[in-house]
């Protein structure tokens, strides 16, 4: 789980969330709690079976800024689906919710997933959001499944050295990674940092290989994990 904070936040448990005081509502801001916000997502999640291992949350020292991250049981444990929060009292930025296979919630304002719900502290957003967030967790078991599909075949392709390296500018050519970051991949390809990625040379071990150089870096673009999907899907196909 990814949950930064380097920029003025610090973790808190959920008691400590419940504690902090929520502003008085205006006629064209209304703040919601933002353990209000974990307490809708925790609901849903349970109510559609999803079943949460891991939460980390943080807040800012005035506790105006709020942000998490929820693990969520995976199906054989080779990666983590999570569930990213944030949320705000000082009209900073609105309530976000976003489900993906690897989310970035960072504050320094990236906020980082596949899917992503956004809505401005306003009266229509207290009455909205229960029905919201229940419309974007019912569809999630579908995503997950197809998700873990997904990695099934990444970990089942072996990838020969020119198909890696081509992966790898193909990566550079859709503005994945900049030409400096193509030799991080690489290396990253040729020598994991991780263990399990160690054994083979799938697309799986590529597909991770891009994502952890990115972690941190280029966190500003919501489109880069979709269009890494496309690239290491389309270097997969020209082998089946």
Same mark, same amino acid.
């Given at each position: 789980?990814?949950?930064?904070?380097?920029?003025?936040?610090?973790?808190? @448990?959920?008691?400590?969330?419940?504690?902090?005081?929520?502003?008085?509502?205006?006629?064209?801001?209304?703040?919601?709690?933002?353990?209000?916000?974990?307490?809708?997502?925790?609901? #849903?999640?349970?109510?559609?079976?999803?079943?949460?291992?891991?939460?980390?949350?943080?807040?800012?020292?005035?506790?105006?800024?709020?942000?998490?991250?929820?693990?969520?049981? #995976?199906? @054989?444990?080779?990666?983590?689906?999570?569930?990213?929060?944030?949320? #705000?009292?000082?009209?900073?930025?609105?309530?976000?919710?976003?489900?993906?296979? &690897?989310?970035?919630?960072?504050?320094?304002?990236?906020?980082?997933?596949?899917?992503?719900?956004?809505?401005?502290?306003?009266?229509?957003?207290?009455?909205?959001?229960?029905?919201?967030?229940?419309?974007?967790?019912?569809?999630?078991?579908?995503?997950?499944?197809?998700?873990?599909?997904?990695?099934?075949?990444?970990?089942?392709?072996?990838?020969?050295?020119?198909?890696? @390296?081509?992966?790898?500018?193909?990566?550079?050519?859709?503005?994945?990674?900049?030409?400096?970051?193509?030799?991080?991949?690489? &290396?990253?390809?040729?020598?994991?940092?991780?263990?399990?990625?160690?054994?083979?040379? #799938?697309?799986?071990?590529?597909?991770?290989?891009?994502?952890?150089?990115?972690?941190?870096?280029?966190?500003?673009?919501?489109? +880069?994990?979709? &269009? +890494?999907?496309?690239?290491?899907?389309?270097?997969?196909?020209?082998?089946?």
């Amino acid at each position: 789980m990814t949950l930064m904070l380097h920029a003025g936040a610090e973790p808190c @448990d959920y008691d400590a969330l419940r504690a902090l005081e929520t502003p008085e509502a205006t006629d064209t801001h209304v703040p919601i709690p933002h353990h209000r916000v974990v307490d809708l997502v925790k609901y #849903s999640l349970g109510y559609f079976g999803h079943e949460i291992t891991e939460e980390n949350y943080g807040v800012t020292e005035d506790g105006a800024r709020f942000f998490g991250l929820l693990s969520l049981r #995976s199906f @054989d444990g080779a990666y983590e689906d999570t569930v990213g929060l944030r949320n #705000s009292h000082d009209k900073k930025f609105p309530i976000g919710i976003s489900f993906g296979s &690897r989310v970035f919630v960072c504050d320094n304002l990236a906020f980082i997933a596949e899917h992503v719900i956004k809505r401005k502290h306003t009266a229509n957003a207290k009455r909205d959001l229960p029905g919201l967030v229940g419309e974007l967790v019912e569809p999630l078991g579908d995503q997950r499944e197809a998700q873990h599909r997904t990695i099934d075949r990444y970990r089942g392709t072996e990838l020969t050295p020119l198909l890696a @390296d081509h992966a790898m500018m193909e990566m550079y050519r859709q503005g994945i990674i900049n030409v400096t970051r193509i030799a991080d991949v690489h &290396r990253e390809w040729e020598e994991p940092s991780f263990e399990e990625f160690q054994a083979d040379h #799938s697309a799986w071990r590529l597909f991770n290989a891009a994502t952890y150089v990115l972690t941190g870096k280029v966190t500003e673009q919501s489109q +880069l994990t979709p &269009r +890494l999907h496309k690239v290491i899907d389309a270097v997969c196909e020209r082998l089946h």
